[in-house]
Structures are given as C-alpha cells and as structure tokens.
C-alpha cells in the first residue's frame, strides 16, 4: 500500500466513523438524558427540534456532496509517483462559479423561510389562558412567583399539563439564562431588564433546567425542575403552597423540629431565608444599609423554604432532598456548592464561635423536613 | 563610527542576542512572532488539556470550579490574542515583503514596536497566574458579573489592560501592512496580480484597526467603572448591562474573520502551488474575501440570540449570518476547483490545507446551524458551540496555519521539514482533533453547558466527555510530534534551495533563507503567479531560482541600503507595558499605580521623541 492509498483509507475509514458516531447520535432520547435537546415535551422545543431537524439534513447533504467532491477530487488528481505532467493553466469558468455561488442562495433563502416563521412562534405568547410565572435570578438560584394565586417558592415549580407558561425574568446580580432543555431553548436574565418567554408542557413529568449563561463560581450548580402536573395535582399543589409552614408543637415527635426552628430562629438563618407564618423576612433595606456598614457587602436573599420539604431536591436542584443530604449541606455548604453565598456570609460558617453544633445540625435538619 | 542620536550610540549590531533585540528586519521580526505566539499555543494548549483531564469524568476533582473559570477564560484569551492572531502576524512579517517584492516592510522601526508591545501585552495578560489570579469571567467578560461588585481583585485588570495593550501592537502592525501593501508592490504587481494571501493580509488590516477601536472603548469604560467608580456597566445608576455585548460582539465578530481570513490565504498559496495549477477563480475568491470582511459588521447579534432582542432583530441578523456562508462557500468550491484537474502533491504543507477545507465545511456548516435563531436558542451557551468554535478555529484557523508552516518553513530557515514526520504529525493531530471535538456536538445536543467545571454521572454525558479527552490526549501526542519535526529538521533538516515546491509567487525566486535585502533587483511582474511566468512562460521550465543565486554573490558590497537597528521601539513598548502595570495594581485613593503609569508614559514618550529624531537608516559608512 503505498502511503497515498493508505491516506485515502484512513480519510474514507474517518468519514465512516463519524457516520457511525453521528447515527449514535438518536439514542439521546433514552430517560438516562435528563437534558436531551431531541426529546422534546412542548410545542416551543418540539418546534425548535423540528427546524433543527431541517436545516441538518440540509447541512448532511451539503457535506456529503461538498465533502464528497472534496475528498474525490484530492484522490482521483493526486500525483502518482514519476508523474511529471503539467496540468491545464485554468483560471476559471464563470459559468460554473455562478452557478456556484446562486445554489446556496437558494438553499439559505428556503432554510430563512421557517427559521423567521419559528422565531415568531417562540417569541410570542400565545392568545387566551396563559399561566403567569414571575422568575428572579440570584446568584445561584431561582427565586419563583407565581403574580395570581401568590404562591412563592424556589428552583422547584409546578404547572399544569397543556397550558402556556409566560416566564417574566428578571436577575438580581449578573447575567443568567433561563433553559429548560426539554421544554423550550433559554433566555438570558438580565438584571434591570424584564424580558419574556413561554413555554408549555404536553406530557406530566419532572423536567430539568439549569442556568445557561456563566454567572460565576457555582454557575455549574444554578439548576432547577420544573413539573408538569395534571390540572388537579396542579391545583392541588398551589393549594399546599399557599399555606403557611407548619409550626412545630408540643407533641413528642415535635420535640427535634421544634429545637430546629429555634435554631433557625438564633442562629441567622432567618436574615436570609422567609418561611410564611412562622419567619417573615426582616427589613432587608435597612438590613443591608447595616450589614455594609459593619461588614462591608450586602447580605444576600436566599431561597423561600416555607414548603422545602414538598420539593424533591436541594441547593437549586443539585441534590436530591433527604436528611443526609441537608446535614453534608449544613456542615460546609461551600464543599457541597462551592462559592455560594451562605458559606460566606452566614455568620455561622465564617466565625468559628458560632459555628453550628452536630446537635443543632441535627435539629435543623428535622425541622427543614417538616416543611412539607 | 556610527553617528549618534539623543542620548545613547546607536546600535550596529545584527547578531546574537543584542541583534534579534534591536532587529527592524522583517523575517527576524517574523521569526519572533512565530517563536513567540508558538510557546503561548503551548500554553493554551496546557490549559485546555487541564480542562479537559478535569472533565474526563463525572465529579472528578483535579482542579477548583474558580480555577477552572480562569482556565477557561484565559484557554481563549491565548488562543486567539497570544497564538492564532500573532501566528498570522508573523506570516504576514515573514512573507507579505517578499511576495510584493519589497525589501521591507514601510515602517520596520514601528515593525518591531508591533512585536515588543504585542509581547509585553502578552505578558501583562498571562501574569494574572503569578499576581494574584487571572480574569475568570470568560473572553467576552459580560457586565456586571465582571464589576466591581461581582467581580473584585486584579483579574479583570490584566483582561482589560492586556487587550488595551495587545490592541496597540494589532493596530500598529496593520496600518503597517496596508501602507506595506499599497505602496511598496514591485513595480507591475496591480491590485488584481496581488497574490491573494496579500490580498487577505490586506482586508485583515482594515477589520484591525476597525475592530480594535470598538473594544477598547468597551475595555476603557469597563476599568473606569471598576477603578473610579463610573456607572457604564452599573445597573443600579440605570446602565444596561447588553451594551457591553454589543461592544464586544461589534468587535468580537470581526475579529472571527481577523483569525480566518489570514488563514484562506495561506490555502489559496498553498493549494494552487501542490496543485500545479493557478488558483481556480481569482477575482471571485478576492471578491468573496472583501465581501467576508464587509459583513463580518453586520452579524454581530448572531452571538446574542437569547439575550432578547425580539423576533425582527434575531430574524434579520439570522438572515445576514446565513448570508455570510455564500461568500465563504464560495471560496470552498474554488479551492476545491483550484484543485480538479490538478496534479496533486499531498505534502505535509496540502494535506494541511485539504484538512483545514474539510472541517471548515464542518465548522461552516454548524455555524450555518447556529444561524437559525429559534433553534439556536437550545444550542447557544452548550459543548455544541464549543465544538462549532474548535471547528473553524481550529481545525481551521490552526490547520492553516501549519500549512503555512510546512509550506514557508523552507524559506525562513534554508531547511525543509521532515515529510514523513510531517504526515505523521498532520495524522495523530487530524484524527485526535475529530475525536476531541465531534463529540462535543452530541453533548450540546445532550444538554450540556459550556464554562462548568464539572457534571454527575446521571446526566448521561460520560461517554463522550472521556472520549473528547481521549482526542485531547491524541492533539498534544500531534503537537508533540511537530516539535520534535521542528527542532530536527533545523538542525538536520534537507536543504531546501530556493524553490522547493515549483511555487508560483515572488518569494520562491530569492535564495533560502533570503538575503537581509530580499532582492537584489526589484522584479518587474507581468501577472499573476508572477514567479511560475517567469519560469514557464515560454512552456519550459527554467531551473528552479536560477536567475537570482549568482547576482547575490556579486551584490554584497553594492550597499543596498537597509534599515538600521534601533533600540527606541523597545523602549516605547517598555513604557507601555510598565503604564499597564500601574493601571493593573491602581487602587482608587492610592497614588502609586498613577505614578508608575505615569513614568511608563514618559519611558514611551521618550522613545517615541527619539525614534522619531532618529533616522531610518545610517549613512553608509563607505
């Protein structure tokens, strides 16, 4: 073989690889792809998926015929060894670069047809009953309200099967971007803007999203779910949320959340964290106006937890809920999510006189889980 | 004696190491460029393979998440300001003189300001590891997260003042280069006989000092919010945060053709001369250069398609990026017309060249596909994009570029490049880039972000991360090959004479290395591929560099005057880099940054006044 015809093999051998490769390509839609961009739930990514869809087998085609050419050309007018001829001195053919240069014009206007149909689509809202959602995004986590039945929570939310969700997003701090992959493709978050966009679930199920744009340390860990309920588990869930949190009582079984709340009570969380009718979240303006005076920065909102325990991960979606869990938490935040806020502001992380006690890790562990 | 200007003798030497510090010789300056930018794709390189070992499994801990935000950051910043950006320049040093049939560039002492000050700045930028930290917030360094609220320490600093000196160096050597290349052809080289590697150097050129502007007023506003308090990027005074996107978009997607374009037009030498035949469609292929280089402005929010700007804006600047791809394609299909019916030789230097087009195509394409607004919204911001960049930059801007290293080697230093360790070199590195890269199209497809430092296991991402780490691993074994090719075929290497591949251009005419004066004579030019007319206009070959090795021996004591040697543009560039400084370490109330950026002002001052009471050249002592 001489070495000509082994780069022809190993350029063919290549080709074929990467058609292999790319046909592996569909298997994304197994459950093990929480993110799958080819495994669409909604009218806004399945329509995404569809042009998608287009303009690759466009783009296949292309390459194999552009491709091709390519490779056939470079093998069939390669020197053969002694070859000494001088090819033809062409300097062109006008015809023929024409003609060359009107095909992907062609292409491009027809793929630009449905691409500026599509953009209108996800772009715009649709008419008629259509469930508000506001979203805040912090540094590394989702604040979530929902403007008409009220309810507040974070990372985690809910929404009923078939109905369009209008997402109003605004961020707190730096740029994030709000994605979830299956659902619908993302939008920035931009602090002092309010931008806008919808989407909708078609199938029950909890959905992945997580934060797009690099915002910084935990960036990694800005994630959330997103649940697509049936219309009376939906309702059935705002109900839950808009209760207050339960108040520990008297009971044995009480005995550790009780301790827990106290903790929380003492211990600062509650400068941070709101948990309804139990701790509302103190004046944060004059608040911070202290804080920066005594300590230089401002403290920082931190997620609502009145109903934490309804929700089936932690930390903005990046473990799931359970008593070990929150306790690894609550020992050293910063190693579970590494640069977060509570790890440095919270004064029981940063003064070692205060730090928290496995007694007290304890209590507030059991009263978190109470939260229902 | 030489006479003397101000205050010091001015230097003679053209030797050793007093000599490469004062050289204003163009290849030397080359060379420097080269060596240079070389050692930083090495460091680049050893910060993306950092990367890659930290990702090549689930929650693996071999680097922290904010030094994986500086690797990331400062991964793009060297690839593209400190190795594929300087790479072009020191083509353009080492071949622009000789393919026009110049002597010199127009101005060698501003020549080798454009190299100091492009090292210094260099330099400024990486010291970040030593000084305290690197920027961490990614090479488009989005407001606010780089403010001064989110965003303290000096990382920023050595970001904005790095580029800002960088940009100095870029400006300078392209306004050089078009002066170079409009004034300086041999006499019969029109615009349309430019070879069209020129013509590339010369829209290059215009998109530098176009571009370089646009950030710097983005990279001025940025330190003046951190340092004196201003309110450009600062929400909470009413500022909004995208202007800062549109700055560095405006420049940043120029600046995408600034590493491409060099790139086409080192294929369109090289495929034409391995083929035997000239280039298939000149005037379309200038053409389409130009027209890349004209809507390279006008598709800058093709990075900002989730940043809402609403459906027209993400319609119409999705229809001018898809335009974009007609003048790019058409070139594709001239080089590969360029080749049919050719005669040809797969050389290390072509079969760079045929790699670089066929995953260009690749990279075209998918950036075709990000084109499409609605359907980018789910690829924007993942490995899909990681892989469509890795595509065009490197399987194109770099492939290019060791074609153009293979192809000029011969030129700069007499010797050839081993072939066979050369195929060798173009094969572990072609395959390990597919095997590092492809994969990355599943993975943004499988809903994974770029810029984070790690990812769990139930994700479904494993497989391909460790393969992409595995093609790594195969680039570095390729890149380690070239070195080894480099260093022996300098010492051992075939001696190449003055024409090598039977090449087309005016540089192939002169001997191997070229004389410090290029040409004996200036040639006259009848056409285009002014060399290959020479030698076969009369249907014979006449034998290869005959006409010019004899003269040259004759020529040495006829005084062709040059340029001489000139210390002033290292002690401007000196100045620049020591203001930087200042300005890096700046405290607001504090004084002392102020004063040493004032004294590196003066140190420029000062070498600027006296490089320009300096004449060019001495007086010719004889």
């Known amino acids: 073989m001489t070495s000509k015809h082994r780069s022809v093999v190993l350029f063919t051998s290549l080709v074929t690889i990467l058609g292999v490769v790319l046909l592996s390509g569909c298997q994304f839609t197994s459950p093990g792809h929480p993110q799958s961009t080819f495994d669409p739930h909604g009218p806004v990514a399945e329509r995404q998926m569809e042009l998608f869809w287009i303009i690759f087998w466009a783009a296949l085609f292309v390459m194999i015929v552009v491709g091709g050419g390519l490779l056939y050309t470079v093998f069939r007018f390669r020197r053969k060894p002694g070859e000494d001829r001088m090819p033809e001195q062409t300097h062109g053919n006008a015809r023929l670069e024409i003609a060359w240069t009107i095909a992907p014009t062609i292409v491009l206007a027809v793929v630009a047809v449905p691409t500026v149909l599509t953009q209108f689509y996800v772009s715009n809202t649709p008419e008629g009953d259509v469930l508000q959602v506001n979203v805040t995004a912090h540094q590394w986590w989702w604040e979530i309200e929902y403007p008409d039945s009220g309810v507040k929570t974070a990372n985690e939310f809910h929404v009923p099967v078939g109905v369009p969700v209008e997402v109003n997003m605004t961020s707190s701090d730096v740029l994030h971007s709000f994605w979830i992959p299956k659902l619908a493709g993302k939008l920035d978050v931009i602090p002092g803007k309010n931008l806008t966009m919808w989407f909708q679930g078609d199938n029950p199920g909890e959905y992945y999203g997580q934060c797009a744009e690099f915002c910084g340390e935990a960036h990694a860990w800005m994630r959330f779910r997103v649940t697509v309920d049936t219309k009376e588990d939906y309702e059935a869930w705002t109900q839950a949320q808009l209760a207050d949190a339960v108040t520990p009582g008297d009971d044995y079984d009480d005995i550790l959340p009780k301790a827990g709340l106290n903790v929380f009570r003492t211990s600062g969380c509650i400068l941070c964290h709101s948990i309804s009718g139990v701790v509302e979240l103190p004046d944060r303006a004059e608040l911070n106006k202290a804080y920066i005076a005594s300590e230089g920065y401002r403290i920082s909102k931190g997620p609502n937890l009145t109903h934490l325990a309804s929700r089936s991960t932690m930390a903005a979606g990046i473990r799931e809920l359970n008593a070990e869990n929150l306790r690894e938490w609550l020992e050293d935040p910063d190693k579970v999510k590494p640069g977060n806020y509570m790890a440095r502001d919270a004064q029981v992380y940063y003064d070692p006189d205060q730090a928290l006690t496995d007694t007290e890790i304890t209590e507030l562990v059991a009263y978190l889980l109470s939260l229902k | ?622």
Do not use: C
């Open chain 2, 1 to 622: 004696m030489a006479t003397t200007t101000g205050v010091l003798q001015r230097p003679t030497s053209t030797t050793g190491l007093w000599g490469w510090i004062t050289t204003v010789d163009h290849k030397k300056i080359g060379a420097l460029y080269g060596v240079t930018a070389f050692i930083f794709f090495l460091i680049g390189g050893v910060e993306a393979t950092v990367m890659r070992l930290q990702l090549h499994r689930p929650e693996f801990d071999l680097v922290s998440p904010e030094v994986f935000s500086q690797l990331f950051t400062m991964h793009a910043l060297t690839m593209i300001f400190l190795a594929v950006m300087p790479l072009s320049a020191a083509f353009f040093n080492l071949v622009v003189p000789l393919m026009i049939g110049a002597r010199d560039v127009a101005f060698p002492r501003l020549n080798a300001f454009s190299y100091w000050v492009f090292l210094f700045g260099a330099i400024l930028l990486q010291s970040g590891w030593l000084l305290g930290g690197s920027p961490n917030a990614g090479w488009f360094a989005y407001a606010p997260l780089t403010g001064p609220g989110a965003n303290p320490g000096n990382g920023m600093e050595f970001y904005l003042l790095g580029l800002a000196v960088l940009g100095v160096s870029s400006v300078a050597a392209a306004l050089n280069f078009i002066v170079t290349i409009i004034n300086m052809r041999a006499p019969g080289m029109t615009l349309m006989r430019m070879p069209v590697f020129i013509w590339m150097t010369l829209v290059t050129s215009f998109l530098l000092i176009t571009a370089f502007p646009v950030i710097t007023v983005g990279l001025i506003e940025l330190y003046f919010d951190r340092e004196f308090g201003m309110n450009f990027f600062n929400v909470n005074a009413g500022a909004d945060v995208v202007l800062w996107q549109h700055l560095f978009w405006v420049f940043g997607h120029p600046e995408v053709y600034i590493l491409i374009l060099p790139a086409m037009g080192i294929v369109s030498e090289v495929l034409p001369t391995f083929s035997r035949k000239p280039l298939f469609g000149y005037p379309i292929i200038v053409l389409s250069g130009i027209t890349i280089g004209f809507m390279g402005w006008a598709v800058w929010s093709h990075h900002m398609f989730t940043v809402g700007l609403g459906p027209v804006a993400n319609s119409v600047f999705a229809i001018t990026t898809m335009a974009i791809a007609i003048p790019t394609g058409i070139k594709i299909f001239n080089w590969i017309g360029t080749m049919w019916g050719g005669s040809i030789r797969l050389s290390t230097s072509m079969l760079y060249a045929v790699g670089f087009i066929f995953v260009f195509i690749v990279g075209g394409l998918s950036g075709v596909m990000h084109s499409i607004a609605p359907s980018d919204a789910q690829q924007q911001d993942t490995y899909f994009i990681v892989a469509h960049i890795h595509y065009v930059l490197f399987g194109g801007s770099i492939f290019a570029v060791f074609s153009g290293i293979y192809y000029w080697f011969p030129k700069a230093t007499g010797k050839l490049l081993n072939e066979g360790i050369g195929k060798l070199n173009f094969w572990v590195t072609f395959i390990g880039f597919n095997v590092a890269f492809f994969p990355m199209h599943f993975l943004g497809m499988d809903g994974m972000p770029r810029r984070q430092p790690t990812y769990e296991s139930n994700m479904g991402w494993d497989l391909w991360n460790m393969v992409a780490t595995g093609g790594t691993l195969i680039i570095v074994l390729g890149v380690l090959i070239f070195l080894h090719n480099f260093f022996w075929s300098l010492r051992k290497g075939e001696r190449a004479g003055a024409d090598p591949w039977d090449g087309r251009t005016l540089e192939w005419s002169i001997a191997s290395p070229p004389p410090e004066y290029n040409f004996a004579t200036i040639p006259t030019v009848h056409g285009r591929d002014a060399f290959w007319d020479q030698k076969y206009a009369n249907g014979h070959a006449v034998p290869q560099g005959a006409s010019d090795d004899e003269e040259h021996e004759d020529d040495e004591g006829h005084g062709i005057h040059m340029p001489s040697p000139s210390y002033w543009p290292l002690v401007a560039a000196v100045g620049l880099a020591v203001a930087g400084y200042g300005m890096v370490f700046h405290e607001p109330g504090q004084v002392a940054g102020a004063i040493v950026a004032i004294v590196g002002a003066a140190i420029t001052m000062v070498g600027v006044y006296a490089w320009a009471m300096e004449p060019a050249s001495e007086p010719s002592e004889h």
